[in-house]
């Protein structure tokens, strides 16, 4: 079914999608989940990320898939966090995204190496997303990453259980609260 078939229509569709990305980032901010809030928290990033695929750009896709990533690294998953992040670098290296969104794949992939306890991988994707945090014209998105970056140690177990932030928080709701990724 086409994004035109559907009884939502396009805007709907955006708009669903935002609403579960946003869903999804107030279950990652919790101090504590139950169980069935882990499960939603699963439930509603593929729920967004399967609307963003049918209506979104590759911006769009490559942010779902690193929040995808995101949840299974704080869910101490580290099998699908790498498979999320690798779609998500994928994704905005296709596109040549901007390198804000570029570093956030690495980031990504440094979280879900640091889950896997891949010391080398992790920290080969931590100096990617250095690296391109200095092409970061603006100051409060460079400064965000950086800070996300620290949160990723080496060891598998709460590597990512820090405060969650979205990126959208200092890019100007180019992907947040009330329009998705």
């Known amino acids: 079914m086409s994004p035109r078939q559907s ?12 609403a579960l990305f946003n869903r999804t980032w107030d279950l990652l901010s919790q101090k504590r989940r139950s169980g069935e809030e882990d499960e939603e928290l699963v439930r509603t990033a593929h729920a967004s990320t399967y609307h963003w695929y049918r209506v979104g750009t590759l911006r769009n896709l490559s942010i779902a898939e690193w929040q995808l990533s995101r949840v299974y690294s704080m869910l101490g998953e580290a099998h699908p966090a790498l498979h999320h992040a690798e779609r998500s670098l994928r994704l905005a290296n296709r ?5 804000f969104y570029t570093a956030y794949a690495h ?3 440094a979280r879900a190496h640091s889950v896997a306890g891949s010391e080398a991988m992790r920290k080969r994707h931590l100096r990617a997303a250095r690296h391109l945090a200095a092409r970061i014209r603006n100051v409060d998105d460079r400064r965000m990453l950086e800070e ?4 990723i140690r080496p060891e ?3 590597a990512s259980r820090r405060r969650v932030r979205r990126p959208s928080e200092a890019n ?3 992907h947040g609260r009330t329009t998705g990724p």
Not at 148 to 151: E, M, Q
């Open 148 to 151: 996300d970056l620290a949160t």
């Open 172 to 174: 100007r709701g180019s």
């Open 7 to 18: 009884p939502l229509g396009r805007a709907g569709e955006r708009r669903l999608a935002a």
């Open 95 to 99: 596109a040549h995204l901007a390198p």
């Open 156 to 158: 598998a177990t709460g």
């Open 107 to 109: 980031e990504a992939l």
